[in-house]
């Protein structure tokens, strides 16, 4: 039979999803968002605010009309929605042109004139509708109505943003006004089935599987699968 092992251990993910901007209006997360401030349709260029994008670079182009004034409207050739991806190319300084590929031609754009609306650059997320995932402050402020011991859905908005729903499947209620900054480290990390940073009891098996239990009792009653994950030995 197995035997329990001597030590205990604790679940500690890394990494994940850096979640840079939050809106306690709309309650959504994004991961890079760059304003664009105007268009030059001859040379099919777009000139951005502050930016740390690159060539090669995957965005989505989100535009939302303006409530008062001029709504304004998408940039000419370029879908609004945030659910296609473009990528960076023939960067040169706040200035850049987008296209379809990879390295690819660039996108003949139209429009022109002043931009009215918002006009954002946002970073894909690449998360799933749906997936469970837990929030993690690594360093510096953390975002408002989120806690790091909830497996949180998330629900898509687009490929650039996104919300969270609680367990209750009510989205989760974001709070705060100020912007996060370079040395805010906020995450979102894959649900995995084991809560972050809470303990648990490891038992070896002769298949070279680690199973671990969320109690001693249940590691002691190791049999049971009904309190045991299994995680491959590497």
Do not use: M
Request: glycine share 12%; with cysteine.
């Amino acid at each position: 039979s197995s035997d329990v092992c001597s030590s205990d251990l604790v679940y500690t993910p890394t990494g994940g999803t850096r979640v840079r901007e939050y809106g306690a209006d709309s309650d959504s997360l994004t991961f890079g968002a760059t304003t664009v401030a105007s268009i030059d349709t001859t040379a099919n260029t777009l000139t951005l605010g502050s930016t740390d994008l690159a060539n090669g670079d995957q965005v989505v182009y989100e535009f939302t009309a303006a409530t008062t004034g001029t709504p304004g409207s998408a940039i000419g050739n370029l879908a609004g929605t945030g659910n296609t991806i473009y990528y960076v190319v023939q960067k040169s300084g706040n200035t850049i042109k987008l296209s379809t590929s990879l390295g690819g031609s660039a996108i003949t754009l139209s429009g022109g004139g002043a931009l009215s609306g918002t006009h954002l650059l946002l970073r894909p997320h690449n998360l799933a509708n749906g997936a469970k995932v837990y929030y993690a402050s690594q360093a510096g402020a953390s975002i408002g109505g989120l806690a790091t011991d909830v497996s949180y859905t998330v629900e898509v908005s687009n490929k650039g943003r996104l919300k969270l729903k609680n367990p209750d499947s009510t989205v989760a209620d974001i709070t705060g006004s100020t912007p996060l900054s370079g040395t805010d480290e906020s995450y979102l990390r894959t649900d995995i089935g084991l809560v972050p940073n809470k303990t648990y009891y490891a038992v070896p098996d002769s298949n070279q599987l680690l199973r671990l239990a969320t109690s001693a009792a249940n590691a002691v009653a190791s049999r049971s699968e009904e309190h045991t994950y299994e995680l491959q030995s590497h």
